[in-house]
């Protein structure tokens, strides 16, 4: 998708942003998320609603953690996963409602050098911004940019729109790596995108996109040959 150009691009309205979390992520995707030279596209994300979703950090109440969370809409919740990484979440709804949209993955537009510099694990372009904590690796976002107003004037990180339209028939399926309210639809991305992240639907949707090449043979076993172990699945990030 081609880039309109820094001239083109403006702070999201605060307003956008004041709707409930399930009806503002879809409409973040192709939004513009900007730390000083580097920018990503916004291309997968998901939507966790507060006290009413136990998936959400602020199902239950506000602690001293959470507290970006309640308010107002257009600032930046950021938290520590895992003892691993950072995550990044744009704050949407009224005040106190404490809802927000997880920004899953990006599609890498400027400051690829500095990315890739903070990614030395990358070895692809898509490996740089394709999964909440890569992203937040390449745009250097950590604990301390939690709260940043995202749409004020003149800030550090910016949440921009190029006039790149959310697609009129995002991807949609189940959050993934969580445990509690997994079954609700709240993640959607930009079908085709080479930049989603992995799990059920969106990676599925991308890979059917490449040629599909017959498996070799496989060599018969001889008489006798013992089963080996069944395969696991690679784990998830």
């Not at 939507?47 to 009413?52: L, M, T, V």
């Not at 995550?87 to 009224?94: F, L």
């Not at 890979?207 to 998830?236: C, D, F, I, K, L």
Request: glycine residues 14%; hydrophobic residues 40%.
């Amino acid at each position: 998708m081609a880039d309109a150009g820094p001239a083109d691009r403006r702070p999201v309205p605060r307003d956008l942003l004041e709707g409930g979390s399930v009806e503002v992520a879809p409409a973040l995707l192709n939004k513009l998320l900007a730390h000083g030279g580097r920018v990503g596209r916004i291309v997968e994300v998901e939507a966790y609603r507060g006290s009413e979703d136990p998936a959400s950090h602020a199902f239950g109440g506000p602690t001293r953690r959470n507290a970006t969370m309640f308010g107002p809409a257009g600032h930046l919740y950021v938290y520590f996963s895992y003892g691993v990484h950072w995550c990044a979440n744009v704050v949407v709804a009224r005040t106190g409602a404490a809802e927000a949209v997880l920004l899953r993955a990006l599609a890498p537009l400027d400051g690829l050098d500095e990315m890739w510099a903070a990614r030395p694990a990358a070895r692809r372009p898509r490996d740089l911004c394709s999964g909440p904590g890569k992203l937040c690796q390449a745009l250097a976002i950590d604990g301390a940019h939690d709260g940043a107003d995202l749409v004020g004037v003149g800030g550090e990180l910016q949440l921009l729109d190029d006039g790149t339209a959310p697609p009129a028939r995002p991807g949609r399926g189940p959050r993934v790596g969580i445990t509690l309210a997994a079954e609700r639809p709240w993640r959607w991305w930009v079908p085709g995108d080479e930049n989603i992240s992995g799990g059920p639907g969106p990676r599925a949707s991308y890979r059917r996109r490449a040629p599909v090449r017959a498996a070799p043979p496989r060599p018969a076993r001889s008489a006798g040959a013992a089963e080996g172990p069944p395969r696991v699945p690679p784990g998830r990030r």
